[in-house]
């Protein structure tokens, strides 16, 4: 890995914990991480990233074939290496599979570290969702982690 | 899609070109039997002739069944215009050919008629090449009952000669009788003139023509039968036989040519059956038709004759579009040359046609649909290397690109109508409008709104460009108003400032606007001009720049100067409404605040339900704390307005223009209860913020909402709504209560110069000053005046200051029951309320110790020091045990200069008083510290009246009221002292004179001393002593000592307070007071003197009674019997007395030598136990004493009880003594 | 050469707008917009599934006097260029290498 690589995974954990601390620092009652800030700074990074990573792409021909750019491409530019598992409803519910997700895999595989997971996915929830919402699908990204470093995200196309 | 030989094929001569493009044609035109539709005369409404047009309009297709039986689906089409031209091309497309005419006219006099039927006749030579018949319609005069007449004979009859015609036989028959059944019933009887050879209709106005459409129908299969007939003659012709069809610029190409070549014959036969192709579609025979277009196509391809070519693919392609899309609709039939106010136009002239019963597939030769526009595109090639035939060209576009539309396929649709534009045409400025115009109207229909309006734009600036001969602004503006749309340009401003997002090109936007203003203008609509441009500067006011909003408004406000811009809605005649625009961006408004009302005039509650923790209210407005936090309630205001009272709004503007700006007229806008808004005038100077208040009042109580303001500015009138502008709530509400009464208050006194040590000055209205001397009293007079036009019903006077409440109470005074009284006060009285003011102080220089006092009143730097004076006196308790002989003791030997400090060593300089009367001068020393004092007070006045009062709310005002209280006289000393009678003592007391002026002090009603200013005396006041009565309690139940002590000190003292009137008299201002001996302190050696003792001395002394104050004499060696009787004055027995004589020497230096065995002897006993006394009872004791030495004795007579007289036992172990005072002085000599 | 580039948003407000001749921006501007009107067209008829891929859309209009090019990422940002007719040096690969290299500058 270069040394960049490295830099980006450091600079990931440091704004997830720079993140964590202002919100405790802003309020102690609620017991769940408050991920939204996470969440949207990897919204705007999606949407500023996509536009160059799309650049030297054709036109998608549909939904599914966003979806396919989104596994393949796109995920191989930010975590080097292509989603595992594609699986989609054709009514607008796509499930990508990353079975050892990058920023996961650093972390102790048992369940002693589980509850922290969701930290470690909400910024590429947004980043999903910032990428599809400049392409011009609005969506809802969920992510779900049962065995470490292997994690599911949800999207869900929100249709007009 | 051009041709890259263009015009190569075509001369540039002036050939009759047809220069009247049609571009509301459609391919399905093609198939329809052409009419032409006129009104002749002017006697016949436009209106009406337009509504007859719109009846025979929908008459556009008949079905006839031909001689073979079959059934012929015949469409037509009718015209208003027919341009005489366009006729010259029905060789090369026959639908072109003008077929029937129909006229309306209107007459009521034989020469009208004969003039309506000239002009008919006219028009009938004028299209006599193609015409195949014709009808007049005319309306005689309305009394006349509904007639009809006909002429039997045609002028086109000859045309129609070899049709076989028994149709139209068997009608002329039945016109025939009608004819006869005219001429028998009118009176007047018009007659059509000899050479009118045309049938005609007759009707009245008013008939409702009911067998018109029959009438027409009988037309129209008469046109069928001649095109029919013409048809069967074409097919007949031998193809090889055919002349040459020419289009009309072709007539001189061909002059000389061989037309016997094989190449000129093949393109004979395929013009011919091109020719013959257009006729079977105009008779309805679709599938001839295609077989002939197909073979004429095949033919003129292989000579390369490309227009006929065109027309042929064209053909084709009209004729499959008959069968695919039989129910095409005529769009937009506007009609272009008569305005577009003329309502909304129909759009439903639509061909509906009966369902073909053509199977599409089952016709041969038809194109398959996506063929249409190819084989559209290859004839438009083709003519297009004709420039004479540009409009042909054009046309086909137009019809091609409608086709597309019907496809879906918008673009193609682009495609066909972006050709239009290359296509070189001499057009009139009005054909190259309507052009501009149909072109926007498709790309209107395939969703390309910026491209419509981009072309709407186009042809309003032809309506008045410089090439045109007849400029029309009113067309101009209209074009322009309907480009808005596809520039993202929403006519109501407040819709395209609430779109966060910009998404139209503000650049473009700025010009189109600009334009249309300048079509207003020029249009001599100065309304709209203005309300244009008031949109320009508030819609586009972030895109301008600086120079350009200067500009724009220094427009705005020359166009406004000839029709004001008002907040209305502008109705256009096309009834196109133009809503308001108003200018919130000139002034910007950067603050909006709705103003509390002035303390003094806020409404209160009447009835407060908490206690309130302090003396001053606030605003009981009590919302629950959930309502709080929701957003909504955030705009309304935790404070009330009244009714009837000017109510204000505090706005801050901005000027963003580089000129100062006058707006006028500004007022509040407001729903709910009725508001009266006072306009107000502002000018503001260049970008500085200005605060400006906007007054108003409400006329209804209930609630307001301020919705914002409106201004008047530029010209310009706008109402500047909250809702609509960035940064505001979208409104305020505010409750308004019932209306109150304002009073005006004044008072007899002068006002203060500065009341500002008082925290809570703001509802004060006025104030007063005075300074008094202590014990001087004044009144002062306050008026209270009902400014308002309700009554006043309740006022409620109190007072409010630090003082402690009793204090305050003595200071000032009024009768409540007085004010009462002159309730209600009716708007416009005065009512009046006296208060007694009265300098209440403590005289006692010692005494000014009153827990009363220690609060800190006087809020000047002198309380301090006077309350250190205090302190002193304070620890009076802690001395009741002092020794009892020290009251005896020497005279002024413990009088100090300091005061304050001799009454902190002990109470020798109050008991050393033993001279009574005397004045001396130098001796008493005036207290230092004592200054004047300043009392702040606010007389507080809560009113209320009217349907406030029932509604429970009041207002509340005070009058600030500072007092000077200045010392006058001081008591500096006082004692007592044991008077010649035993019901009275004597009160002596030091007086100063704090005043620099000669003071008469009236200290018994009979006695008064003058003093110097600065100077202190001594007066002695008999006073009676405190009665056993007021004493009762204390020797009821002796619980405790101490506090009982007290209490019994405060009895005497007020006993003393209460009986001793001192008052003052300044010699020199006339000035007089009383001064109060109020909280005077008494030691427990005085209190026996002040108050009358259970115990009821009688001395006697061989046998002779002493009297207070008697020296006994007598030598040495004498014995003198002392008897003493000691009655019980008291309501209860007294126990356990002990009853004593001793004798003592008193050195009067504070020493008292009681050892005395050597100098004297006593026989009988000195000291017994007395049996229990009743009330009533008297005791007696006696003994002797004999002297041994000469000098002098004093004897001391004392009672003792163990426990204070009660039988309980007391805690207090000291008992209580009595004594026989003044000791009895006995000299021996 | 171009004589006009536009860069126009999602929402086809204009973010970015040059031309050669600062007194012709108000023409082009009227050219450019309503040139949107057959991107959007062209886009719809992409989405419906015609197997148009390529970012650029080619010709949109030509004009008498000039040809108007079109190009729109995935995006859906919109780059403009218009060119004179004229020009007939100005082969297709050259305006699509224009658009290459217009969006390699703004991604």
């Known amino acids: 890995m270069s040394m960049s690589d490295d830099l980006f995974e450091f600079l990931h954990s440091e704004v997830i914990n720079y993140s964590i601390q202002r919100n405790e620092i802003k309020k102690k009652e609620s017991k769940d991480d408050d991920l939204s800030n996470i969440e949207f700074i990897g919204f705007s990074t999606g949407f500023k990233v996509i536009e160059r990573l799309t650049k030297e792409m054709p036109r998608f021909k549909d939904e599914l074939d966003t979806m396919k750019f989104i596994c393949t491409d796109f995920w191989s530019a930010i975590y080097k290496k292509q989603i595992d598992n594609l699986r989609t409803n054709h009514q607008g519910v796509y499930v990508l599979q990353d079975n050892a997700f990058r920023f996961l895999i650093k972390i102790s595989n048992g369940k002693q570290y589980l509850e922290y997971a969701p930290r470690y996915v909400a910024f590429t929830c947004g980043v999903i969702r910032g990428g599809l919402a400049n392409l011009g699908i609005n969506c809802l990204v969920t992510a779900e982690v049962q065995n470490m470093p292997s994690c599911k995200f949800h999207i869900q196309v929100q249709r007009m | ?1229 | 050469m171009a004589v006009c580039a536009a860069i126009v948003g999602k929402d086809n407000s204009p973010k970015y707008f040059a031309c050669t001749n600062p007194d012709e921006e108000l023409n082009f501007q009227y050219k450019v917009l309503s040139s949107l009107d057959v991107v959007e067209e062209k886009l719809n008829a992409a989405n419906k599934g015609s197997d148009m891929r390529e970012l650029y859309l080619g010709i949109l209009y030509s004009l008498e006097t000039h040809k108007i090019y079109g190009y729109v990422t995935n995006t859906k940002i919109k780059f403009i260029i218009v060119a004179e007719s004229t020009n007939t040096a100005l082969r297709d690969n050259e305006i699509r290498s224009m658009f290459r290299k217009l969006h390699s500058l703004r991604a």
């Open chain 2, 1 to 1229: 899609m051009r041709s890259s030989v263009s015009y190569i094929l075509s001369s540039t001569t002036t050939e009759p070109n047809m220069s009247h493009p049609d571009y509301e044609q459609l391919a399905h035109d093609h198939a329809a039997l052409l009419v032409l539709v006129r009104q002749i005369g002017s006697q016949l409404k436009n209106k009406m002739f337009n509504k007859f047009y719109d009846r025979i309009s929908r008459l556009n297709s008949v079905n006839i069944t031909d001689s073979v039986g079959q059934v012929r689906n015949i469409y037509i089409r009718y015209v208003k215009e027919h341009p005489v031209e366009n006729n010259l091309w029905g060789d090369f497309q026959t639908h072109r050919r003008l077929l029937g005419l129909v006229t309306f006219g209107k007459y009521d006099s034989q020469q009208e008629l004969n003039d309506i039927c000239r002009v008919h006749e006219q028009l009938k030579v004028k299209y006599i090449t193609t015409l195949f018949d014709s009808r007049c319609i005319l309306f005689g005069p309305s009394s006349d009952s509904p007639t009809e007449e006909t002429t039997s004979s045609d002028a086109t009859s000859s045309i129609s000669s070899s049709t076989d015609a028994h149709s139209i036989k068997t009608t002329e028959k039945d016109l025939e009788k009608k004819e006869l059944y005219f001429e028998e019933n009118d009176k007047e009887v018009f007659t059509t003139p000899s050479n009118f050879k045309t049938r005609a209709l007759f009707y009245s106005e008013t008939d409702p023509c009911a067998d018109l459409e029959a009438h027409l129908t009988d037309f129209l299969n008469s046109l069928f039968w001649v095109l029919e007939s013409k048809r069967l003659e074409r097919s007949r012709e031998k193809l090889e036989r055919v002349s040459l069809l020419l289009a009309p610029f072709e007539k001189k190409d061909f002059v000389g040519l061989d037309m016997e070549s094989r190449n000129n014959k093949r393109r004979c036969t395929g013009r011919s059956t091109k020719h013959l192709g257009d006729l079977c579609l105009q008779a309805g025979l679709i599938t001839e038709a295609l077989t002939h277009y197909h073979n004429a196509a095949e033919t003129l391809k292989s000579v390369n004759d490309w227009l006929w070519l065109g027309a042929a693919y064209e053909g084709l392609c009209t004729a499959t579009a008959l069968v695919l899309y039989p129910n095409i609709y005529r769009n937009a039939p506007l009609h272009r040359n008569s305005s577009l106010q003329e309502g909304s136009p129909k759009r439903s002239n639509s061909i509906t046609t009966p369902i073909l019963d053509i199977v599409k597939k089952e016709v041969p030769n038809t194109l398959p649909p996506e063929e249409i526009s190819k084989k559209y595109r290859e004839a438009i090639v083709h003519y297009s290397k004709y420039q004479n035939a540009g409009i042909i060209e054009t046309e086909a576009c137009f019809k091609a690109a409608r086709i597309s539309v019907e496809q879906n396929h918008p673009l193609q649709a682009a495609s066909f109508l972006q050709n239009v534009v290359f296509i070189n045409l001499t057009l009139s400025e009005q054909e190259r409008i309507q052009r501009f115009e149909t072109l926007s109207d498709l790309y209107m229909q395939i969703g390309f709104m910026r491209k419509a309006s981009f072309c709407q734009r186009l042809a309003a600036t032809r309506y008045v460009s410089a090439q045109n001969p007849t400029p029309n602004w009113s067309q101009c503006y209209n074009l322009m108003l309907q480009s808005f749309r596809g520039h993202k340009i929403s006519l109501d401003p407040t819709e395209m400032m609430s779109t966060n997002v910009q998404v139209g090109w503000s650049t473009l936007q700025i010009q189109l606007l600009q334009e249309i203003v300048v079509a207003a203008k020029r249009m001599g609509h100065s309304a709209l001009a203005t309300r244009h441009m008031t949109f320009l500067l508030q819609t586009m006011w972030p895109y301008l720049s600086i120079n350009d909003q200067k500009e724009f408004a220094i427009q705005l406000q020359s166009l406004s100067a000839q029709c004001e811009g008002s907040p209305v809605s502008l109705v256009l005649d096309n009834g196109t409404v133009i809503p308001p625009a108003n200018l919130t961006n000139i002034p910007i408004c950067a603050g909006f605040n709705l103003r509390n009302l002035q303390p003094h005039l806020r409404p209160r509650k009447i009835q407060v339900l908490k206690q309130d923790s302090g003396p001053f209210l606030f605003t009981p407005i009590n919302f629950g704390s959930l309502e709080r936090k929701s957003a909504k309630v955030q705009s309304k205001m935790d404070f009330f307005w009244i009714e009837n009272d000017l109510c204000e709004v505090t706005l801050k503007l901005v000027n963003p223009l580089p000129f100062e700006l006058k707006v006028s007229n500004m007022r509040l806008l407001t729903s709910g209860v009725v508001f009266e808004s006072i306009p107000e005038t502002v000018v503001l100077p260049s970008d500085t913020p200005t605060l400006v208040t906007l007054n108003g009042s409400p006329k209804e109580s209930g609630e307001l909402e301020v919705l914002g303001y409106s201004t008047h500015t530029l010209g310009v009138k706008s109402n500047c709504r909250l809702r609509y502008m960035k940064g505001f709530l979208p409104q305020y509400t505010i409750e308004v209560i019932p209306t109150l009464p304002t009073v005006e208050v004044k008072t007899s006194l002068p006002e203060s110069a500065t009341f500002s040590t008082f925290q809570n000055f703001e509802n004060v209205v006025t104030s007063a000053s005075l300074s008094l001397y202590n014990g001087e009293s004044t009144q002062c007079v306050i008026t209270i005046a009902n400014t308002s036009q309700v009554p006043v019903e309740m006022l409620e006077v109190s007072i409010q200051s630090v003082l402690e409440p009793s204090l305050q109470d003595q200071i000032f005074k009024w009768s409540n029951d007085d004010l009462q009284k002159q309730l209600p006060l009716l708007p416009g009285n005065s009512a009046s309320l006296t208060i007694n003011l009265y300098s209440a102080a403590n005289f006692l220089a010692s005494g000014f110790n009153g827990p009363e006092l220690s609060s800190g009143v006087f809020g000047s730097s002198h309380a301090s020091s006077i309350m250190s004076a205090s302190a002193g006196p304070s620890s009076l308790p802690s001395r009741l045990n002092s020794p009892v002989h020290s009251t005896m003791g020497n005279s002024f030997h413990g009088r100090r200069n300091d005061l304050n400090s001799s009454f902190r060593s002990s109470n020798s300089g109050q008991s050393s008083m033993t001279t009574t009367g005397c004045r001396s001068p130098g001796a008493l020393t005036l207290p230092q510290h004592v200054a004047s004092a300043v009392v702040d007070a606010q007389l507080q006045l809560r009113f209320s009246g009217g349907s406030g009062f029932q509604a429970g709310y009041c207002r509340s005002c005070s009058i600030f009221i500072t007092l000077e209280m200045i010392p006058s006289m001081q008591v500096t000393n006082w004692d007592v002292l044991p008077a010649e009678t035993y019901s009275q003592f004597y009160l002596v007391l030091d007086v100063a004179n704090l005043t620099s002026q000669e003071m008469e002090v009236y200290y018994t009603p009979s006695k008064h001393m003058l003093i110097e200013g600065h100077e202190s005396c001594r007066v002695p006041v008999p006073v009676d002593r405190c009665p056993l009565s007021k004493l009762t309690k204390f020797y009821m139940e002796q619980k405790s000592g101490l506090d009982d002590r007290l209490d019994l000190d405060k009895i005497c003292s007020e006993h003393i307070a209460n009986l001793v009137d001192l008052s003052w008299h300044l010699m020199s201002t006339d000035t007089r007071g009383k001064a109060s001996l109020k909280g005077i302190t008494l030691t427990p050696n005085m209190l026996d003197i002040v108050r009358m003792s259970p115990i009821q001395w009688e001395v006697l002394i061989n046998d002779g009674l002493i009297k207070p104050q008697e020296e006994v004499n007598c030598v040495v060696g004498e014995c003198l019997e002392i008897k003493v009787g000691v009655s019980n004055c008291f309501e209860k027995p007294l126990r356990q007395l002990t009853l004593s004589v001793q004798f003592y020497q008193d050195y009067q230096n504070g020493m008292q030598n009681y050892q005395l065995e050597t100098r004297l002897a006593f026989t009988g006993t000195t000291k017994i136990i007395l049996p229990p006394l009743e009330p009533q009872d008297k005791a007696k004791h006696a003994c002797n004493v004999v002297f041994f030495n000469s000098g002098h004795y004093k004897m001391d007579i004392q009672c003792s009880a163990p426990e204070c007289l009660a039988s309980t036992p007391s805690v207090n172990t000291t008992g209580h003594i009595w004594r026989f005072l003044p000791a009895i002085e006995v000299n021996v000599n």
